[in-house]
């Protein structure tokens, strides 16, 4: 069983609760409580200053908890990033296919952040922004908290030019370049998403980037950046992006098969530097 040496916090919210564990349990609906009481016993939940927290340590709301993940029978993804470029503030990764940018379910070691902190030695690293785990291409990291706001702000503020290049099947009937615009809401089950009616809240720009034998090569743009948004917008114009198990039918299957990866690929990030004022191009060396 793999465990996480950086440690997860959390601050407890108003609630009815009598014990830490309570309220552990309630927050974290999905997760067996024997893992709390597991944790709790080895030591491994703490507050702010490090004590452990028993199984009967009263709640009390605000208190900063802190606790370690364990992730049992962790699957080694035979898949390696690229850093393209690493200073004092930016890190920029290159990210193959199937791998989680940050830790999240079955994944803990095997997870682009973790991978980077042991690769750079520097435990705080903090992703600026996320792509799906299916996708590959660029991510960029902050190293510096002190820096780190204005990076952010980056994003924030739609400061950064983000250009992804996707295969699908032609829309010859499309008029491109092409702007779609929807509201894309949660479906069912609860990681799929839908367009669905009312006001939008996605926009993506389309443009054609090459014409192969079976498929044409895309170039996205987006505007906004809700879940799953390209995957989405190019099932919803018929012409779901090639590879992708959950748009437009999803079967109820989604198991990874490295030969037959996601044609999505998140290829080009251009801005401002806000420190320096530079203007920054990263590109994959990834291709579809």
Not at 213 to 222: G, Q, S
Request: hydrophobic share 40%; proline share 10%; charged share 25%.
């Amino acid at each position: 069983m793999n465990a996480d040496p950086i440690a997860s916090r959390l601050q407890l919210p108003p609630g009815p609760w009598a014990t830490v564990l309570e309220a552990l349990c309630a927050h974290f609906p999905r997760m067996d409580p024997a893992q709390w009481r597991a944790r709790m016993a080895a030591g491994r939940v703490m507050d702010a200053t490090g004590a452990t927290l028993a199984l009967d340590t009263p709640y009390r709301v605000g208190l900063e908890v802190q606790y370690f993940r364990e992730v049992a029978g962790e699957i080694p993804l035979p898949f390696d990033e690229r850093v393209l470029h690493a200073d004092a503030h930016l890190v920029v990764a290159d990210k193959p296919p199937f791998l989680p940018v940050t830790p999240s379910g079955q994944y803990l070691e095997h997870t682009l952040l973790r991978r980077l902190v042991r690769r750079l030695d520097n435990p705080g690293l903090v992703p600026l922004h996320r792509i799906d785990r299916a996708t590959s291409g660029l991510v960029l990291f902050s190293a510096n908290p002190a820096s780190r706001g204005a990076y952010q702000a980056l994003f924030r503020d739609r400061r950064i030019h983000k250009t992804y290049l996707a295969l699908a099947a032609p829309l010859p009937a499309l008029s491109l370049p092409h702007v779609r615009r929807s509201r894309i809401v949660a479906g069912e089950p609860f990681f799929r998403m839908r367009e669905a009616e009312g006001e939008p809240n996605s926009q993506t720009q389309l443009a054609l980037d090459a014409m192969l034998e079976d498929h044409w090569r895309y170039r996205l743009t987006p505007v906004t950046g809700r879940k799953h948004q390209l995957r989405v917008h190019m099932a919803a114009l018929g012409a779901p992006i090639q590879n992708d198990p959950l748009y437009p039918d999803w079967s109820g299957t989604a198991a990874d098969d490295p030969l037959r990866p996601l044609k999505l690929l998140a290829h080009r990030l251009e801005f401002d530097d806000p420190l320096s004022g530079e203007r920054r191009y990263f590109e994959s060396l990834q291709s579809l």
